[in-house]
């Protein structure tokens, strides 16, 4: 039984005659190939990356599992080709998500001029150019009764490095939906940073896993491509161990590194890695807590 | 007694009617504020540097030392403000020298559409947008006999990525007027890589050095601005500590951080140290020699 993802938090949509990516009751989760060379080139990454012994196993861990290709009955209801994927938020009751594009620049260098002009207009008009990442979308489970915080795409499109730096402080708040009102101190809690941020397993210590990586590795550049953190509330405040997952999506856009790191990405990175750090250090002022995270 | 740099790689060069920088006997360096706002925004950024108190003492080092500004006769004969600084080469008989312009993105986001046009043209036609860096310049001395080896602008401003691999083999080789031909392994031989690369003194030491306060500063964005790379052969056959000096120039775009890391500079720190570090493995292979790289 396949159907429409309960979690997409960004990207394309399924709809009537819309073509978007469908799931199944056994964790698979289908990606339409784009009409453009962008599925193919998707497609030929993952299999790229699935055959190549140059990758570390502990790098691995942060790609989704990728099952080959299928051409199925698409969300449209036509036949068309999928790639076939790990669902991220299979396993997942009530996960929180958070979508960030990695890069100041998501054009590579042998794109269309049509195309980097598109693309280096988006960068300009988000925080791109300034932090070198985006948000690209996120939801935060509240509890039960509220649900989900989940900002509206036209929100995030506007968003300022401000705005980022505190909707990443909401995705770790047990109060996303609170808003700052002049003269009060009344702002995301921040809660769940230790747990979520925080910690050996936490997602800041997965983000230098992979940087160190990103330090040495110049197979590929990964354009245009994201991080999805997922973590659920639950589980966090019950098990001091993170439950908490960075994985990277959206191959659509990645070449061949030729024996240079991708200073784009990593520069993108490290950004994301200091705002993180930061929220860590305001968070343990605070509190007075925690010796878990590990810098 | 003003003159003409002996080892300018790089820039403007002052000359009959040219505005360019001159230097003194006593190891100052006059460089003229540009007629644009660029000679007012580096004299901006020298004044904020040396007066402000979370530069750590050991990243100081890097940058020239800063005199104020002296309205003082120019090379084209008349009077002209000058930014009067260090001048980095005059304790060197022959010095090598090498000037990068680091990031792959040359332009501030604040700068005026044509500026930026104009700089990304720069970046894509260059090995900034590939590397993260470009090569602006470089001279490398041979011996009393054959001077130096100083490969043209017209060539530096065409080099590909590896071009610039070569020429940072280059820099640290006996031969660097070797050319490579076809079936033939005669090239640079690095020999000098352990003592001005390699080494807890030298330059990937200090560039990881200062890679480690990019991850964390937050307060200025350096664009378009070069590392010098700066050394004296007889120094460094004799010595086995390393004279490699690594300094920073050109601040007429450097901008506030706000609060964000500088994720273009350290994407092409980064690019740059693993072009070095591979350079160094390759020569510790080939010679079976050193212990001083230290990673």
Chains 1, 2 share one sequence.
Not at 12 to 40: C, M, T, V, W
Not at 194 to 215: D, H, R, T
Request: charge should be negative; glycine fraction near 8%.
């Amino acid at each position: 039984m396949l159907k429409t993802p309960d979690h997409q938090v960004a990207g394309h949509e399924a709809g009537l005659g819309k073509l978007g990516p469908l799931i199944d009751d056994s964790g698979r989760f289908y990606k339409p190939l784009q009409g453009d060379n962008r599925g193919s080139e998707e497609v030929a990454f993952y299999e790229s990356f699935s055959s190549n012994t140059n990758i570390p196993e502990h790098i691995r861990k942060f790609f989704p599992i990728y099952h080959g290709t299928k051409i199925m009955k698409a969300s449209t209801g036509s036949d068309h080709p999928h790639i076939v994927l790990q669902d991220l938020t299979s396993a997942r009751a009530n996960p929180s998500v958070m979508d960030i594009k990695i890069g100041s620049r998501t054009w590579a260098p042998g794109a269309s001029e049509a195309y980097i002009a598109k693309c280096l207009k988006k960068d300009r008009e988000s925080t791109s150019i300034p932090l070198g990442f985006r948000l690209s979308g996120m939801q935060v489970f509240i509890n039960d009764e509220s649900g989900f915080y989940k900002p509206h795409r036209n929100y995030i499109r506007k968003t300022d490095p401000n705005d980022v730096r505190l909707l990443l402080r909401k995705f770790v708040s047990s109060n996303p939906s609170a808003e700052m009102e002049t003269g009060s101190s009344l702002g995301p809690d921040c809660s769940l940073a230790s747990f979520v941020y925080g910690g050996p397993n936490g997602i800041l210590a997965q983000l230098l896993e992979l940087k160190a990586w990103f330090e040495d590795q110049t197979v590929y550049h990964f354009y245009a491509c994201s991080f999805l953190f997922i973590f659920e509330k639950r589980l966090a405040l019950k098990d001091a161990r993170s439950n908490a997952e960075v994985k990277l999506i959206d191959f659509a856009h990645v070449i061949d590194g030729n024996g240079v790191i991708d200073h784009n990405f990593l520069g993108g990175l490290c950004s994301l890695i200091k705002f993180i750090s930061d929220i860590l250090s305001e968070t343990k002022e605070c509190n007075g807590t925690n010796g878990q995270v590990e810098l």
